[in-house]
């Protein structure tokens, strides 16, 4: 992060029509964006949208009650521009991609081995960082897959350790059985890996999925341009989890949309040491909380950028 | 409100492609537009932004570190487009007028006698309600004044009662030396003006200023025509403490854009039983909260009316 570019967008700041500091979280996200793009007046040309979907093996332990047939019905639905997803994007100015990573090879059911294979797990890797916009100014992700929030747990429980339901919510739907069901699934996918490498790259490809690995390489790909990202709720910040166990600073350029209804994301938030822009009781993926907060940081920005200077206005700055 | 409308937005919601009340509160804020518009698919064609400035006679008590110019100056910023508010109103594309009420008349110090007569305060209100755009599909509201953090206070300890040190925060920039004289004001207004009769109007010319009767104005007015309200912060909901006193009913087409740092907003949102639609660390004043939560509006207006069903998108829906 370009240390230079974040001075100046704070001097900045403290030099606008305002008194400094009043405008609270939106003075901080103008100074991330300035950092991460190395100028001191951010701006966003274009934002680029990608939900990847997956399908997972781990739905043969019953983790959840719907068809694995609605992650492609979803994403259809996406295409066709009927999700959440399209008219958050259309609103707030991002240009969307929908990138389904093989839903009728689902991953392997991971309490029976690694639900992907070395090749497998590189191939989504790839796919995400192909999918990365080298012009885009900032980018949104989000993910779309029948039982990955089972997939999601399993990864923060392996990464962070604790215990196995304090990871687990009921995801879309999961009644107390199904929520049990999800618990024991996960647990006994530890104990079958628990003689695995511990690294996040073992972690990824024993017990993630293809959405994951593509997030993951969406994550790395931006990074390596220093395009900020923004991360959606549990599963999608989960996804990264493992990007967090080779190295916690993999994620300095991510933000984080919202907090999710879903318990093990606060958690999560608490270990990898971030803060949601967000909080609106929403639990429902496909990036709908990162694009939401597409707007706030449009809003950050466009005050930074456009607001008079005390000495431009002449106005008493005390 | 309209329940009918309001009864047929939330069935809409549910027959969304989305599990029921995973939007969280973008849900809550539909139904509660569509219960003011009268219409199951409310939308908003217009956004009108009104910022009302006024100055306070209160400040010959020093309760603030900054002349009363500086109040004439922010408008003047204003109307050239530098401030906050024309950036945030921009981005989420509000109307904005800024309607300045006899600045170089400020209203009297209210430890010595009424803030305002009787005609002062009636043409203040009547200036709020002409304000108001007929045909504005949401109306957000915003205020500048120097010294009116007191002047809110001061309202908000009539109205609601408790210790005056409570209600009362640095505003912009008082160190701990203007905190005290600005509870020591208050204190002896409201000693000042005990004898006077304590219903909302009396309370809003005796305490209150030009800015605060013009919102005041404003809110009947939208309310008489049905148009939902994002208020602001601190200031801005203080000057509607006068209403809420009359009829608490009186706001119930008003929603609190953000939630302000001034400490004094938690316990007026508390005692008006509202939640603030962001909770941003911000303390400006000028709308700029509720111009912010104009954007989660539109958005939340836009996953509404522009999702498809799972009838129509052919996804099962369990």
């Known amino acids: 992060v370009d240390a230079v570019a974040q001075d100046a967008a704070r ?53 959840n009650p719907f068809p694995q047939e609605v992650t492609a019905q979803m994403v259809q639905n996406f295409k066709a521009g009927g999700a959440a997803i399209n008219q958050l994007c259309r609103t707030n100015d991002a240009q969307l991609s ?14 029976q081995g690694p639900a992907m294979t070395e090749a497998d797990c590189v191939a989504a890797l790839n796919a995400g960082a192909a999918a990365l916009h080298p012009a885009a100014s900032v980018l949104i992700l989000g993910e779309m897959g029948i039982g990955n929030s089972t997939v999601a747990a399993a990864l923060t429980a392996a990464v962070f350790g604790g215990a196995v339901q304090d990871w687990v919510g009921r995801g879309t739907g999961s009644d107390d059985e199904g929520l049990r069901r999800k618990v024991d699934a996960i647990t006994r996918g530890l104990a079958r890996h628990a003689a695995t490498p511990q690294d996040g790259a073992s972690i990824l490809m024993t017990l993630g999925g293809r959405e994951q690995a593509a997030i993951c390489g969406a994550v790395l790909a931006a990074r390596q341009r220093r395009i900020p990202v923004i991360l959606d709720g549990f599963i999608c910040t989960a996804s990264v ?14 933000l984080i949309g919202h907090l999710s209804v879903e318990p093990g ?7 990898i040491g971030k803060t949601a822009v967000l909080d609106f009781d929403m639990r429902l993926g496909e990036g709908s909380g990162a694009a939401l907060a597409l707007g706030i940081l449009r809003s950050a920005l466009a005050c930074h950028s456009g607001m008079a200077t005390f000495a431009e206005a002449g106005v008493a700055d005390g």
């Not at 994301?265 to 270990?271: C, M, Q």
């Open 241 to 254: 989890a493992p990007l967090f166990a080779l190295a916690p600073a993999a994620l300095d350029h991510c």
């Open 265 to 271: 994301h606060k958690r999560l938030l608490d270990a």
């Open 98 to 111: 929908v990138i389904d990573l093989d839903l009728d090879r689902p991953t392997a059911d991971f309490t």
């Open 11 to 63: 001097d900045r700041q403290n030099a606008l029509t305002k008194p400094p500091g009043s405008l609270g979280r939106l003075e901080e996200l103008a100074v991330f964006m300035a950092g991460w793009q190395q100028q001191a007046m951010p701006q966003i040309d274009m934002a680029q949208a990608l939900v990847f979907a997956g399908n997972h093996g781990i739905c043969a332990q019953g983790v």
